[in-house]
């Protein structure tokens, strides 16, 4: 029950930053409107080993939620709309906006076709790297490492650890330790040194990891003619922006608009944030998002939605519409104790 809470308020809920109107932060809190943010939308993998699959969810579980936001005559709406309607105070009627992170080929393959039954639009968010083909899905890889070794030998500071990973449950243990590890390391250069070298290892090819999961920048250049689709920056590394100096933060946002301008032909507006969580995106990214000159910039902080994959259960739709934070927490603990 704990985990299932921890999981909850970690991709569960989230902030929106909206230049220049922090205040108006206040009504999607209390139940006006709402983000959703996802990730992959596939259909659902065999495999017992499946960290990561909380950034998944499949096309009948988004078909699900999108049939229960129609059900409560909630109007589904673009970044841009959404945003127009919280500078004009527009609260009338409820709203929600569907918003994909870091630029998955399934995006086009899945989830689109699901949003058109319902003339839905979505925002894509796009990692400038991964379109290049060059990105660190660091966490796939990990993944990917730790489901074809049977153990995994790594120096962790003075530690010279061997990990078990002949089991499902040993590999997931393994998983939740190096993820840890991983993401708490001091820089992106550590970061790349480490996952690098345990790809090497184990064998994982992350550059045909990241060609064979995200959309080209060919590919993005059609999708984002879709009148349904806004492409969105998501920085050029998918590094932690929090952890990087002011300058390279900067660049990281304003780089990464420019790059996917250049390409796509058409302005970049909104912004979210790597990670999204407290400890990647502060007061100065917000600050830094509002000088770069994007209309929003979303975070995984209180205010936004996550679906996610590991509760695919029709019974959370109405905790996620219902509105108040509060109303929310009481409406998972409820689930959860059933
Ligand atoms: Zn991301």
């Keep these: ?68 936001l129609r059900s409560r005559d909630i109007d589904i709406v673009s970044m841009d709309e959404l945003h127009e309607r919280l500078v004009q105070g527009r609260f009338d009627r409820r709203f929600a906006a569907f918003t994909l992170d870091d630029g998955y080929r399934d995006n086009l393959d899945y989830a689109l076709p699901v949003l058109r039954e319902f003339d839905a639009p979505l925002a894509v968010y796009v990692t400038s790297d ?53 993401r708490a390391l001091p820089g992106e250069q550590d970061l790349a040194r480490e996952i690098g070298a345990l790809c090497r290892t184990h064998g994982v090819d992350m550059e045909a990891q990241c060609r064979g999961l995200c959309l080209s920048w ?23 922006l929090a952890k990087q100096t002011e300058d390279i933060a900067a660049q990281e946002m304003a780089a990464s608009r420019a790059r996917i301008e250049q390409v796509l032909e058409r302005p970049v507006l909104h912004l979210a944030y790597p990670y999204g969580d407290r400890d990647a995106a502060g007061a100065r990214e917000f600050a830094l998002a509002a000088s ?47």
């Design 130 to 182: 991964f379109a290049d083909g060059t990105g660190r899905l660091w966490w796939t890889a990990l993944e990917a490492v730790i489901a074809k070794a049977e153990q995994i030998d790594i120096q962790i500071g003075n530690s010279a650890l061997r990990l078990d990973a002949t089991s499902v449950a040993a590999k997931q243990a393994a998983f939740d330790r190096l993820h840890d590890w991983l």
């Design 292 to 338: 770069a000159g994007f209309k929003t910039a979303v975070t995984t902080r209180p205010g936004m939605l996550s679906l996610n994959g590991n509760y695919q259960d029709a019974r959370i739709l109405p905790v996620l519409t219902s509105g108040a934070a509060t109303a929310m927490w009481n409406g998972f603990r409820r689930i959860a104790a059933a």
């Design 1 to 68: 029950m704990k985990q299932l809470r921890n999981n909850v308020i970690r991709a569960g809920l989230g902030a929106l930053y909206l230049s220049g109107a922090h205040h108006l932060l206040r009504p999607l809190l209390s139940g006006v409107g709402a983000i959703f943010m996802l990730h992959h939308v596939r259909p659902a993998r065999e495999a017992a080993f499946q960290p990561n699959r909380h950034l998944e969810v499949t096309p009948d579980f988004l078909r699900a939620t999108l049939c229960h």
């Design 218 to 240: 060919a590919e993005l250049k059609s999708f984002a003619a879709d009148p349904l689709v806004t492409i969105g920056a998501h920085s050029i590394s998918h590094c932690n």
